[in-house]
């Protein structure tokens, strides 16, 4: 009497053997994946074209190349300006490159989202998932519903196999593999002299959450960029804002967005509060950024009181209200040649660096008379240093207001506003407009500390600068269907990790009366793919199980060197 213990395959006996079929039998099923079958197309005609077709879309190779395909489509996305999101730059871009301009936007280069090909590949791509994935799932249920295939004749071949003689009953010895089996999680029954296990199947059950997440994350990215809408309001201390679309600075929404939609809210902006890094190396980082708002919902909506900070936004309904930005608002009183108040507010500056430096416009549009009484427009240009360094004019050397001065240079003339054509409120058209010349005749330019005056030439009247405000810059957003993008990514990664780190696997005992009347015991493992796992697992069940059946006394102990030690297993 001998024993044996095998972990590799023996050879292959000839194609359509009944070895071989039998071997083919006790790993069907191991994946749900569909078998393809070579059609004769030639022969089928446009029913057979069509299910070919079918196929090929659904088939997992495609979708990888079609998801491969999104990714490679969306790179000019990021890379090329998008018309649905700053249409200035795209118009920048065709006005700079003349000839490769008109090619993108044939192409669909600065719409790419919109575009028919991206929209197509998209399309594609979610029907291979849904067409793939529907019938795995029907198939793993199929699965789930039934036992494990009985054993082959020949455990032989099997790429693990062990084997020993016992004085146990047979019965004895698949009663004890089967609690064992059961014992340690696979789902067994017996099948004739063999106990059939089999465990693993989180693998499929990984690799189908991992495609119904995309799914899901493709709807929610269509849902949302046909649902979705984004405004930006720039607000200084003590003015409001209400959610309506003629409120917004600029505002884009999805396809299927209505204004109706929007959330009714309000809010003003009580007070901005910003601290930056005063020495080392980080000196002028940012360190707190907030803004004291103070908002209601609805037309009759009780007040309530809201800190927003960055990533910490204001959250009403659907939509979220964050804090992107923040700069100053000079308030200025611009009086005429007779002394009358023609101007007096804040105004807003954009800023130019990290610390703040800021420029912009002042235009006076209506009630503004020169020294003669005649009827003109002002327009100054405002640059802002939040702390002056005497002999450095161009830049700020802090972002905080340490040493605030305010440089003006006026015009007065036509700014071009009856014209009708659109201009930016940072800016001034000087086609037609005259500036003023100091004693020595050159452009007056003058720096002006908070309450100082600054009189025009010719009693053409004056500006002061009062004081400094600061504003904050809010950003309105509606994402719909982002939780479910969220959860689906988060579905996605552990399916993935399931579908890459579990293997599914197969394990028959057989314990038959041998001619002389001992008990054959013989295990097999087979799993899906080539792994260690396979036999250091069925070897560490091999010793349990030789523990309560032991081998005949006249046999010696099985070769445990080729059986690897209970911790060896994962």
């Known amino acids: 009497m001998s024993n044996s213990t095998t972990t590799g395959s023996a050879p292959a006996p000839a194609p359509g053997s009944g070895d071989d079929q039998e071997l083919g039998a006790a790993a069907s099923q191991l994946s749900t ?42 790179i000019p996305g990021s890379l090329i300006p998008q018309s649905g999101t700053d249409e200035t730059k795209v118009a920048d871009f065709m006005q700079r490159h003349s000839f490769i301009g008109p090619i993108y936007d044939k192409l669909g280069l600065f719409h790419v989202y919109s575009s028919v090909w991206f929209s197509a590949i998209y399309i594609l791509l979610f029907i291979s998932l849904i067409g793939c994935i529907v019938p795995r799932t029907w198939q793993f249920v199929g699965q789930l519903r039934g036992r494990p295939p009985g054993a082959p004749r020949r455990l032989t071949r099997l790429p693990a196999y062990t084997t020993w003689r016992t ?56 849902w949302g960029q046909l649902f979705k809408m984004e405004g930006n309001k720039l607000v200084v201390e003590g003015g409001g804002f209400s959610n309506t679309i003629t409120q917004y600075d600029d505002f884009k929404s999805g396809t299927l967005f209505n204004t109706d939609d929007l959330d009714p809210f309000s809010f003003t902006l009580k007070d901005f509060k910003g601290t930056y890094e005063e ?19 609805g037309a009759y909506g009780k007040a309530k009181k809201r800190v927003v900070k960055v990533n910490e936004p204001l959250v009403i309904g659907d939509s979220k209200v964050y804090l992107t930005a923040h ?35 002042i235009k006076v549009l209506d009630g503004y008379r020169n020294a003669k009484g005649v009827d003109e427009q002002l327009g100054i240009q405002a640059f802002f240093l939040p702390t002056y360094v005497p002999g450095n004019e161009i830049a700020s050397q802090f972002p905080a207001l340490d040493n605030p001065v305010l440089n003006l240079a006026p015009y007065h003339g036509d700014l071009g506003i009856n014209a009708g054509l659109p201009q930016s409120v940072y800016q001034i058209d000087k086609s037609h407009m005259k500036e003023f010349k ?34 904050a810059n809010f950003q309105v957003t509606r994402q719909p269907a982002a939780g479910w993008a969220l959860g689906g990514a988060i579905v996605a990664i552990f399916g993935l990790a399931g579908s890459l780190f579990i293997q599914r696997r197969r394990v028959w005992v057989r314990a038959a009366e041998g001619p002389d009347g001992v008990t054959v015991v013989e295990m097999g493992g087979l799993g899906r793919s080539e792994s ?11 010793g349990i199980l030789y523990d309560q059946a032991p081998g005949a006394p006249d046999t010696p102990d099985p070769d445990t060197s080729a059986v690897p030690a209970e911790g060896a297993e994962k």
């Open 33 to 74: 994946a569909p078998q393809e079958d070579a059609p004769n197309l030639p022969s089928l005609g446009v029913l057979g074209w069509f299910r070919w077709f079918w196929r090929q879309l659904t088939s997992m190779r495609v979708a990888l190349l079609l998801l491969f395909l999104l990714s490679l489509g969306a």
């Open 279 to 297: 020495s080392g190396p980080n000196r002028g980082t940012p360190r707190t950024f907030q803004a004291d708002l103070d908002y209601s919902v």
């Open 532 to 542: 260690a796992k396979v036999p250091e697992e069925l070897g560490v069940i091999a």
């Open 327 to 361: 700069g100053y608002a000079p308030v200025l009183t611009i009086r005429d040649g007779k002394g009358d108040v023609v101007f007096d507010q804040a105004v807003a500056l954009l800023p130019l660096d990290s610390n703040v430096t800021s420029s912009g416009a």
């Open 438 to 471: 100091d004693a020595k005749g050159q452009q007056l330019r003058v720096n002006l500390r908070p309450g100082e005056t600054m009189k025009l030439p010719g009693g053409a009247g004056s500006i002061t600068y009062d004081r400094t405000q600061e504003w």
């Open 167 to 222: 004085e146990a009953e047979p019965e004895q010895v698949r009663e004890a593999a089967l609690v064992l089996l059961k014992k340690r999680r696979f789902r067994a029954h017996v099948a004739g002299d063999a106990v059939a296990a089999e465990k693993g199947y989180l693998r499929e059950v990984g690799n189908l959450a991992f495609h119904i997440a995309l799914i899901v994350m493709l709807t929610s990215f269509a």
